[in-house]
């Protein structure tokens, strides 16, 4: 029979001939097997959405020398400006991102060359959906990326940064660049990759006379896996793959609050009887959500392992004592951990603000941070993970990615990198409805594991909003711990 956790699913019936030379064991594992390889089945089955990536990289100023003898330097003596250069670049509809440019001296031994469109260097990266993909080919100026290009002037070196210490600052030119978003879904392609003049002026100087800016811009495909939540993840949802207007359900989300002073977590122990007095003291603990595929079989858990407790004489949890998840995987008849995932509530003027770090684990240690930024407690954002050249992709929600890090699937090798976006899960603010929508990357999705623990993940950030939140604020009846009822 057909698990019944999964109502207005898939319903079949499987006969299996009674033979007293298969012991039932047998046959429930057989059946288990076909279930799960259904579930991998229907995973595959669906295509990935179409997504587009924009990624601008590469980017350098370069002046002309004052001197024939002058020489490549990171300061240059050039009149009114400071070497201390930043491009503001922007793409319609997206939130403005800032990158810092270095800089260098025009000088007639360099070369006129660069790479031949690896980027190297990212400065900024758009994602956009087939949504957004099919608004912006019908209005041709949205597909406009402007990069403007400034200079910090009345500043010293030190101090400025991005364009954004004090001290005014001086445009020295704009380049647009149109964006081919009709075949990108398709291919990958550079729409620049070289040196434009920037103008001082509609008129111009005489040649050679105007800095210059070295920028690649590719546009390639970046499909992705999109899963969504039926419901707040402490709610035990279903989860859904969408693609399109078409969604088919592949996980369900079992929740669990455990407590520390009972083996069962359904078992209301003898510690749920005492005063308010007599509890032990203010914590959020035993937390769990437990990801099935369509079999049933448990395919990834996200496990409170460290409580979320308040800082001594505060009602917050602070980011020098957080609490932290365990996101696992099966391992034949074991759970193995596949990363840990850190949470606390910032302190100082992003008070409202959760703070979190994510890591890997390759052979059981973790071994590279995948992912450390901050969500907004009352607005929500989005948690990602996108490695982009092997350096910080900015989002509209800051981001960090790795320097180096493991593959996040289980199909490739030991020690591998993995590529550009990796996954990203929605969240929303404290005390909205959530159902988190989670995206993975192609590339890191060869089995139900994978996609499973994505989706683990993405459910143990929204839960951390939960668990962060003031220890003065009552949780929903869903959060509190048996042993635990009035106190958080």
Same mark, same amino acid.
């Given at each position: 029979?057909?698990?019944?956790?999964?109502?207005?699913?898939?319903?079949?019936?499987?006969?299996?001939?009674?033979?007293?030379?298969?012991?039932?064991?047998?046959?429930?594992?057989?059946?288990?097997?076909?279930?799960?390889?259904?579930?991998?089945?229907?995973?595959?089955?669906?295509?990935?959405?179409?997504?587009?990536?924009?990624?601008?990289?590469?980017?350098?100023?370069?002046?002309?020398?004052?001197?024939?003898?002058?020489?490549?330097?990171?300061?240059?003596?050039?009149?009114?400006?400071?070497?201390?250069?930043?491009?503001?670049?922007?793409?319609?509809?997206?939130?403005?991102?800032?990158?810092?440019?270095?800089?260098?001296?025009?000088?007639?031994?360099?070369?006129?060359?660069?790479? +031949?469109?690896?980027? +190297?260097?990212?400065?900024?990266?758009?994602?956009?959906?087939?949504?957004?993909?099919?608004?912006?080919?019908?209005?041709?100026?949205?597909?406009?990326?402007?990069?403007?290009?400034?200079?910090?002037?009345?500043?010293?070196?030190?101090?400025?940064?991005?364009?954004?210490?004090?001290?005014?600052?001086?445009?020295?030119?704009?380049?647009?660049?149109?964006?081919?978003?009709?075949?990108?879904?398709?291919?990958?392609?550079?729409?620049?990759?070289?040196?434009?003049?920037?103008?001082?002026?509609?008129?111009?100087?005489?040649?050679?006379?105007?800095?210059?800016?070295?920028?690649?811009?590719?546009?390639?495909?970046?499909?992705?896996?999109?899963?969504?939540?039926?419901?707040?993840?402490?709610?035990?949802?279903?989860?859904?793959?969408?693609?399109?207007n078409t969604k088919q359900a592949v996980f369900t989300c079992k929740?669990?609050?455990?407590?520390?002073?009972?083996?069962?977590?359904?078992?209301?122990?003898?510690?749920?009887?005492?005063?308010?007095?007599?509890?032990?003291?203010?914590?959020?603990?035993?937390?769990?959500?437990?990801?099935?595929?369509?079999?049933?079989?448990?395919?990834?858990?996200?496990?409170?392992?460290?409580?979320?407790?308040?800082?001594?004489?505060?009602?917050?949890?602070?980011?020098?004592?957080?609490?932290?998840?365990?996101?696992?995987?099966?391992?034949?008849?074991?759970?193995?951990?596949?990363?840990?995932?850190?949470?606390?509530?910032?302190?100082?003027?992003?008070?409202?603000?959760?703070?979190?770090?994510?890591?890997?684990?390759?052979?059981?240690?973790?071994?590279?941070?995948?992912?450390?930024?901050s969500i907004s407690l009352k607005n929500g954002g989005s948690f990602?993970?996108?490695?982009t050249g092997g350096n910080t992709t900015a989002a509209s929600t800051?981001?960090?990615?790795?320097?180096?890090?493991?593959?996040?699937?289980?199909?490739?090798?030991?020690?591998?990198?993995?590529?550009?976006?990796?996954?990203?899960?929605?969240?929303?603010?404290?005390?909205?409805?959530?159902?988190?929508?989670?995206?993975?990357?192609?590339?890191?999705?060869?089995?139900?594991?994978?996609?499973?623990?994505?989706?683990?993940?993405?459910?143990?950030?929204?839960?951390?909003?939960?668990?962060?939140?003031?220890?003065?604020?009552?949780?929903?009846?869903?959060?509190?711990?048996?042993?635990?009822?009035?106190?958080?």
């Open positions: 029979t057909f698990p019944s956790c999964l109502p207005g699913c898939f319903y079949f019936s499987v006969f299996i001939p009674s033979s007293p030379s298969l012991p039932h064991s047998f046959l429930s594992q057989t059946l288990a097997s076909s279930l799960s390889q259904i579930s991998n089945s229907i995973l595959n089955q669906m295509d990935p959405c179409s997504f587009v990536r924009v990624i601008v990289g590469n980017l350098t100023v370069r002046f002309p020398a004052t001197s024939p003898s002058s020489s490549s330097s990171s300061e240059p003596s050039v009149s009114g400006i400071n070497p201390n250069c930043y491009c503001k670049i922007r793409f319609k509809n997206f939130p403005r991102q800032i990158a810092s440019v270095p800089v260098m001296l025009r000088t007639e031994s360099e070369s006129e060359t660069r790479s +031949s469109g690896n980027i +190297s260097t990212v400065a900024a990266c758009f994602s956009l959906s087939k949504a957004q993909i099919e608004a912006a080919l019908k209005k041709p100026n949205w597909s406009v990326l402007s990069i403007e290009t400034y200079s910090r002037v009345g500043d010293g070196v030190s101090g400025a940064s991005c364009g954004l210490a004090s001290g005014s600052e001086k445009l020295l030119g704009r380049f647009d660049v149109s964006i081919d978003l009709k075949s990108a879904e398709s291919k990958t392609s550079l729409a620049h990759n070289g040196w434009v003049a920037l103008r001082r002026s509609k008129k111009g100087g005489k040649s050679g006379s105007d800095p210059e800016l070295h920028l690649t811009v590719r546009v390639e495909p970046d499909p992705r896996f999109v899963f969504q939540f039926d419901g707040e993840p402490e709610c035990s949802p279903q989860v859904f793959q969408v693609q399109g929740f669990g609050a455990r407590s520390s002073n009972s083996g069962d977590r359904n078992q209301l122990g003898s510690s749920s009887m005492r005063s308010e007095k007599e509890q032990p003291s203010k914590e959020r603990k035993g937390w769990s959500v437990t990801v099935h595929d369509l079999s049933g079989s448990p395919v990834a858990m996200a496990s409170m392992v460290t409580p979320f407790v308040p800082s001594p004489g505060s009602n917050r949890v602070n980011r020098s004592s957080p609490g932290a998840w365990l996101i696992l995987r099966p391992d034949g008849c074991t759970w193995k951990p596949w990363g840990r995932l850190e949470a606390w509530r910032e302190s100082g003027y992003s008070s409202d603000a959760l703070g979190y770090r994510f890591e890997l684990f390759q052979d059981g240690i973790a071994t590279a941070v995948s992912a450390s930024s990602v993970i996108d490695v800051p981001t960090t990615s790795p320097q180096g890090s493991w593959d996040l699937g289980s199909g490739s090798s030991a020690g591998s990198r993995p590529a550009g976006f990796v996954m990203s899960a929605s969240v929303e603010g404290v005390g909205k409805r959530s159902k988190p929508e989670v995206e993975v990357g192609v590339t890191h999705v060869t089995c139900t594991e994978d996609a499973a623990a994505h989706v683990a993940l993405a459910a143990a950030v929204d839960l951390s909003l939960d668990a962060c939140r003031l220890f003065s604020q009552k949780l929903r009846k869903e959060l509190r711990q048996q042993s635990q009822l009035g106190v958080v």
